[in-house]
């Protein structure tokens, strides 16, 4: 655990950063026939960079100082807050309630499955490129 002051203090730094960001981009982007298409986007966009980061990271050496710091400050804090998993929830239900419910299942899918394919993307990219082998 990070218990030390300093380290917390920048995990909610880069979390108020983050959480304005989301603000920003939600409020400059409208909500498309009912779908909520800033969180979708930038819950993707999260799950891409914070895969990236992560396995950027974690090839360069363990989780001590610098790294520790960039994962702590832009992981969980930058990137915890600027997607949000409570808006997912509550933007489903409300689909999931309204008159096209169908658009609510989509939503929610959607956002799991290619927030999955996202991170997996950010690890491809930032996974060293490896030669080929055999013949060509």
Excluded: C, K, Q
């Amino acid at each position: 655990m990070h218990l030390r002051p300093a380290l917390i203090l920048l995990v909610a730094l880069g979390g108020a950063l983050g959480t304005g960001l989301r603000e920003a981009i939600s409020l400059a982007v409208p909500i498309v026939g009912g779908f909520p298409l800033a969180i979708f986007g930038i819950n993707l966009v999260g799950a891409f960079v914070l895969g990236f980061l992560l396995e950027a990271l974690s090839r360069r050496g363990p989780d001590t100082g610098r790294r520790r710091l960039l994962r702590l400050g832009l992981g969980t804090g930058l990137l915890g807050g600027f997607t949000t998993y409570s808006a997912l929830a509550a933007d489903s239900a409300v689909l999931l309630t309204g008159p096209e419910a169908w658009l609510g299942v989509v939503y929610a899918l959607a956002t799991v499955v290619l927030g999955a394919g996202a991170t997996l993307a950010g690890i491809a990219l930032a996974s060293p490129r490896r030669p080929r082998t055999g013949a060509a």
